[in-house]
């Protein structure tokens, strides 16, 4: 996959993969074996079939290939450009163990780009279906249930549309027009969005429940989970969701800091490759060593690439300073017993500014004034202990991914036919 120049990159927050051209995506396409039981199918969490699209693209017919897609995952413009294809279809291609795997996200990222498949709601069945949250699993419930007949009202707490895909992953990754083309397409399909608009405060989850006939909470895990340590208040420590909501669009300026961002997901180098957009020099540090860190393949290589430093097993234990932040103390981690343990020895990281990206969780407000007020809701695949609410996304997977999220969601949408076919809703 072509990309931007490294100093071209960390100057701005235009994507820095290019996408493949039409010869491109052809002679990629041209390297599939086309196995006869491919294993590419089954590495893929939303099961698209793979083989089918790649020799439609092999043919030139990109109309055919997206609609294949398509027929599994309502919405490749985004996982062509963030599933971790090496542990998913690409890692299962045959040619991944000889050679090199056909690039399967970069060919499903062309079709989403080159390809027409304009969906089409189907015929009104006059059910209504509310969504609460417009993450990548509630605009694929959407899509789904506009296709098959029902009314589809999402319900967004912010005023920005598309959930973790607009304020989390930065454009570099996952440019905003990608989500703006599928919203004003999910517009046009009658899809109705209530912006600002948060369940449980400006709406009652209870009064969804009465005025429409199935509710699905897709509210995802979109704030940081806090951590107690000595130092926490100082100036300059922020959580990763604060901080890609303030920081991640650009515009602003943090040049010449010193940042450090405690994590080893996606999370943490997306804030770390944002600081380093941001004008700072920044050091991941995280508490395992390399091959544990849970962030996709291509996200380290890009983030070593733009200059990021990264130093393994520490273990955050202090936040030095006066006021503002001047230094992070870390206990150094041993491995014993293939489990890693924190050592008495300690080391400390300059910093003026330190990102923590160590957990997520769901905002549990959305059950207010129902009888889950105040405690876990239950949900066992995608259902909820309440009677005609459904869950997908983030909040219902082990996975959380944007793939995993999609596969929910058309999951949870099956679920809600069935359940308003009549037929009970079991499993809690
Ligand atoms: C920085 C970052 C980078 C990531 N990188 C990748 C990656 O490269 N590849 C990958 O596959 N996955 C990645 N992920 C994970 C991926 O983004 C999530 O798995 C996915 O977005 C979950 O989708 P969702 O629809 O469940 O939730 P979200 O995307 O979190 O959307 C939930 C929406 O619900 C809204 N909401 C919450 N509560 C309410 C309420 N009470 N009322 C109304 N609205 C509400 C929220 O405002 C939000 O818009 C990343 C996550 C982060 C944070």
Redesign the pocket.
């Known amino acids: 996959m072509p990309l931007l120049p490294v100093e071209e990159r960390i100057k701005s927050f235009r994507e820095i993969e290019l996408g493949y051209s039409v010869e491109q995506a052809i002679k990629e396409a041209g390297r599939c074996l086309q196995c006869k039981e491919p294993l590419c199918e089954k590495g893929c969490p939303a099961g698209v079939e793979c083989k089918a699209f790649i020799e439609q693209v092999m043919l030139g017919e990109f109309d055919k290939a997206v609609a294949i897609i398509q027929e599994k995952n309502p919405l490749p413009c985004?996982?062509g450009?963030?599933?971790?294809e090496e542990v998913q279809c690409e890692g299962a291609c045959i040619l991944a163990k000889k050679k090199q795997a056909v690039a399967i996200k970069a060919l499903e990222r062309f079709v989403a780009q080159h390809g027409k498949n304009e969906w089409k709601a189907g015929k009104g069945n006059g059910k209504k279906v509310a969504i609460?949250?417009?993450?990548?699993?509630?605009?694929?419930a959407a899509v789904e249930l506009r296709k098959n007949g029902f009314s589809a009202t999402v319900?967004?707490?912010?005023p920005?549309?598309?959930?973790?895909?607009?304020?989390?992953?930065?454009g570099y990754?996952?440019g905003k027009e990608c989500v703006e083309r599928v919203v004003k397409e999910m517009k046009e399909n009658k899809v109705q969005f209530r912006a600002k608009?948060?369940?449980?405060?400006?709406?009652m989850?209870s009064s969804l429940m009465q005025d429409f006939d199935a509710v699905l909470l897709?509210?995802?895990?979109?704030k940081a989970k806090k951590i107690k340590l000595p130092g926490i208040e100082k100036q300059g420590i922020l959580y990763?969701?604060g901080f890609?909501q303030g920081f991640?669009r650009g515009g602003k300026s943090l040049n010449g800091k010193k940042a450090v961002v405690l994590g080893g997901?996606?999370?943490a180098?997306?804030?770390a490759r944002t600081l380093r957009r941001l004008g700072c020099t920044v050091t991941v540090a995280y508490r395992k060593n390399m091959p544990f860190m849970p962030?996709?393949k291509s996200?380290l290589v890009h983030a070593m690439e733009e200059d990021i430093e990264f130093k393994m097993q520490l273990a955050p234990q202090a936040f030095l300073g006066k006021e503002s932040l001047e230094m992070v103390r870390f206990k150094k981690m041993a491995i014993e017993k293939e489990r890693f343990v924190e050592t008495e020895e300690t080391e400390e990281i300059e910093a003026d500014v330190c990102v923590l990206?160590v957990g997520?969780e769901?905002?549990a407000?959305?059950a207010n004034g129902t009888e889950l007020q105040g405690k876990e809701i239950k949900i066992n695949g995608c259902k909820t202990e309440l009677w005609g609410v459904f869950a997908?996304?983030?909040?219902?997977?082990e996975?959380?991914?944007?793939?995993?999220?999609i596969a929910?969601?058309k999951k949870a949408v099956e679920e809600i036919e069935l359940y308003l076919e009549g037929k009970k809703q079991e499993g809690i």
């Open positions: 985004f996982t450009r963030v599933c971790a609460v949250g417009s993450g990548p699993a509630g605009m694929a319900f967004e707490a912010l920005l549309l598309g959930g973790i895909l607009s304020w989390g992953i930065p990754r996952l608009e948060k369940v449980g405060e400006a709406k989850l897709a509210i995802g895990e979109g990763w969701d890609l991640g997901g996606n999370t180098i997306d804030c962030c996709n996200e990206a997520q769901y905002d407000t959305v997908a996304g983030d909040l219902a997977n996975e959380k991914t944007v793939v995993h999220s929910s969601a």
